[in-house]
């Protein structure tokens, strides 16, 4: 079993970092709006700041920025996959890239969800651990 090579994991890490950030810009949730005929206490309470609205990345957007992140591995000659998850941890999009192995398809995930978890890359992690091992 191959381990990934350390510019495998950064741009993964950059990728997944990328399609984070891009998801605070993205378009609003149709879910989080409020609707056009709110009752009265919704309203109240959004005024009174008991709701939250917040933005998620949108499945083309999710694409988008996995397809860039596979292409780019395979620039590079590398056989990996690609995940790319919202703020939640939830997946959004899964990209298995030709000849990659069949354990790269679950790591991709877990990585994925260790960096929204943390809120940095696991590049970032690896370099938290040798501060304070």
Partial sequence: ????????????????????????????????STPAAAPAAVTADAADGNLMQSTHLT???????????LDAAEKENQRVSVAVVDRNGNTVVTLR??????????SAVKKAYTAVSWNAPTSEL?????NAP
């Fill in 126 to 130: 690896v370099k938290r651990l040798e």
């Fill in 59 to 69: 499945v083309e957007a999710a694409t988008k920025a996995a397809r860039a992140t």
């Fill in 97 to 106: 890239g030709d000849g990659a192995g069949p354990q790269s398809y679950e």
């Fill in 1 to 32: 079993m191959k381990k990934l090579s350390v510019r495998t994991r950064v741009l993964t890490g950059a990728a997944l970092v990328a399609a984070l950030g891009a998801g605070t810009f993205g378009a609003v949730s149709a879910s989080a």
